[in-house]
């Protein structure tokens, strides 16, 4: 059985940053008109003696302020995208193990198992639902071809499927390809998404 998770990626984390920077131009660009405004007016106020003065180089530049910030910036989001990384790989490995824990427990279970979804697909089956039914490699097939169109169990799968019904210890008499009648037990019931609606069918089954 799958268990999907979604960790955000990093593309968001790229189109964040690129807002980020475009703020920061924005308020760079009016931050760098509004110096530029108060040392033309304080010039203007100071005489023409003054405008050599004026014009020297400051240690305070606007320019290399706002690109130390913007290097902060882009330094953040990188570490913010290697932390999403791992945490990325963290739930991977976690999904993988408990794949390899679901596949270990309906393996070496004693009743048959089968997991189909809502199009009819058998997208899971242990042994004993294979033993059970006398048929192999049930996994990947159609129920109806698996199981036989006309069977009581493929029956009772249509319904679940159609109506979201559930079957509980029922006994049937199924008919195994070699022509052997074996009598089932059986429960099925519908896996749903949501409220209503039938996303798939579990069916358990005994000898």
Known sequence: MMVAMQVPGSESLWLKSGA????????GGAFLFSYALRR?????????SDELGTLKPSGDSPTAFMAASMQAVIQKLREQEKELERLHRLEKERAEQTERLSEAVTR??????????????????????????GVQSLAYRRYTEALG???ALSRMLACCLAEGRTFRREEIEYTTPSSELRQLGMTISPILRGSREVAGALCLLST
């Open 20 to 27: 980020i920077l475009f703020v920061l131009f924005v308020i």
């Open 40 to 48: 033309y007016l304080r010039r203007g106020e100071q005489g023409p």
């Open 108 to 133: 070496n279970m004693p009743a048959g198992l089968l997991l189909l979804n809502s199009s009819g697909l058998i997208i899971s089956a242990n042994p004993a639902a294979e033993t059970a039914l």
């Open 149 to 151: 169109p006309d069977s």
